[in-house]
Each structure stands twice: as C-alpha cells, then as structure tokens.
C-alpha cells in the first residue's frame, strides 16, 4: 500500500498540488527509511562517502559490472568546472601497472598534485592521501554490509525512499559539500570578511609562518557545528568526516533542503553565505604533526557504523532495483 502511494505521488497520478506532494512524499518516506533502521542523518551520511566515488571504487566494493552510465552520483574533483554534482560517478583510472591498491591511490594523489583547482581546496598532499585512504576505509565497511543487503534485502518502498536523491536530501547535501570543499568557509557567515583577508595576504588555504596571523577561531572544518570534546590540539578543529558528531541544528537543516542551488556559481555563492550560515570557516592549520594526527585519527575511527551501513542501503537499491 505504501509503494502504490509513493509510486502514486511521484508519478503526478494523484491530483495534488506540487507542494503539498513533496512534502507528502518527504513525510512518507521519511517514516519508510525511518522502519528501515535508517537514521535523519542518512542524506548525510551517505553523500559524505559519496562524494569522491568513481567508477573504479564502486566496481571493487559494490558491482563489478558498473559502467559510466551507473546514477551514482559524486561531487566534481574538478574545481575549475561549475558542474558541482556529476550525476555519474566517473573513471578515476587508477594506474593498473601497481599491483598494490596502496600505490594506486598514492599515484592517483601525486600524478595530481601540481593541479591547484583538483579534488580539495584546503588540503595539502598529505591530506589527500589521508582521504583517499579514509574513503576507501568507509567504502570497505559499507561491502560487508552490501554483502548482507544481497542475501535479505530492502523492501521496494524503503528503496524508493532511498534512491531518490531530490526528495531525500542527497543532492542538497552534495551540493553544500561540493561548495564547502570548493570555497572553504563559504557557510562561515563571514566569508566576504575571510575573501578580503586573502587579498590582504592572508594565507587562507593553510597558514604560512611568515604570513599575517589569522584571527582566533579560524580553525573550523568542512562540516557543521563545533565540537564540545574531544578538543584537539590548537588548529587542529577539522573535522575531516564532513559532519561534525553533533547533529546539524534543525533550523540550518530544513534551510538546506529548501535551497536553490541553480543558477550561475558566483550568484549560487553569494546566497549560500548569506543564507545558509552554520559557523564552518574552514581549515586553519594543515595535518603537520604527530599530535594533529591523532587527533584525526580518533576522528576518523568514532565514525558510527550506521553512516556505512546506510551507504551500502543506497548503494544496493540503486544497482539493483
């Protein structure tokens, strides 16, 4: 009875009005992933480790028979380009004459490594290697679970829910990331202050010794929120995992979901540091220490399983329904 109203809904076959039918929709389906074991944090969650996805990563964990037209969709390591979200997951065309994964994903950091506008704004070398070596950690979790999904799958009804990435928030959420990754401390509410800083001289994207100090502060990451504890080392208030261990406020949240991310990127800027203001300015200090690292790596290894399983939700409805 649920599928036929969903299906209903979202095929225009009921006479209702556009918005009373999505919020219908969200309302429906929110309960449907809810009964699911699914958490409010699932659009979250699973564009987080969507976000850097290919072709390659999706054939190893989940399909191997994956091509380019797969409906997965992942945010533009190209920065240069105003595409934001790619609706396909791309080729990543790691370097098969390694044998080891290990020097693929090495390769795959250092072959681009002199590109100024390639996957990250704000993260060094070293920090890119430490992300593809983390995505890969999550991406491994959510096969296990992917694995389980194939012998007691979800219902019809839970992956309509799942897998429709307007209505469940995915794509608001690839699309503040992709923004967040882009123009660090764009959600900041002080990002014309923070623009003026770097013409200034201000080394914004990781500070130099001999270069003017930032104010106190700036040492936020690419997600919602502080954090009360645990408090890193000074500089190091990263958090690296987009989304901070406490939940979004509820205010930013249903913000996000009704924003309008078209239109030209300059403008689509603008209105999302004015509009869509969460405190994030953006990684102060760049990973140069022992200590910094294990502050990341506690970050890193809290993750609540949950977010892969949810993953491995999307990612099995999505291929196989």
Request: proline content about 5%; hydrophobic content about 35%.
């Amino acid at each position: 009875m649920i599928g036929l109203l969903i299906a209903a809904l979202a095929s225009n076959c009921l006479a209702v009005p556009v918005d009373l039918r999505t919020d219908l929709l969200k309302s429906v389906c929110r309960d449907e992933l809810k009964a699911g074991g699914l958490t409010d944090l699932f659009a979250r969650n699973v564009a987080h480790r969507l976000h850097s996805i290919s072709v390659e990563d999706i054939q190893k964990y989940f399909s191997a028979s994956v091509g380019e037209e797969n409906n997965i969709p992942t945010v533009n390591k190209d920065l240069g380009s105003e595409e934001r979200v790619l609706p396909h997951a791309p080729h990543t065309e790691y370097d098969d004459g390694f044998t080891t994964d290990a020097l693929k994903y090495l390769d795959l950091i250092l072959r681009n490594m002199d590109k100024a506008h390639y996957s990250i704004t704000n993260f060094s070398v070293l920090e890119k290697i430490a992300h593809v070596l983390h995505m890969n950690e999550m991406w491994s979790r959510a096969h296990s679970h992917y694995q389980a999904l194939l012998l007691r799958p979800p219902t019809p009804e839970m992956c309509l829910c799942a897998t429709n990435t307007d209505l469940n928030g995915i794509n608001q959420e690839l699309n503040i990331l992709a923004l967040k990754i882009k123009y660090p401390g764009i959600t900041s509410g002080e990002y014309e202050k923070l623009k003026e800083m770097g013409k200034q001289g201000y080394e914004l994207d990781g500070y130099e010794l001999d270069a003017p100090q930032p104010p106190a502060g700036y040492d936020v990451d690419y997600s919602y929120g502080k954090l009360d504890a645990p408090q890193p080392p000074p500089g190091y208030d990263i958090d690296y995992t987009y989304g901070k261990m406490d939940n979004p406020s509820a205010s930013f949240q249903e913000k996000l979901m009704e924003f309008d991310f078209t239109g030209k990127e300059s403008e689509v800027v603008e209105r999302v540091s004015k509009d869509l203001v969460d405190g994030d300015h953006g990684m102060a200090k760049h990973l140069d220490s022992e200590e910094g690292w294990a502050y990341w790596k506690e970050k890193m290894t809290g993750m609540k399983e949950i977010g892969n399983y949810e993953l491995a939700v999307f990612m099995y409805c999505k291929l196989n329904q």
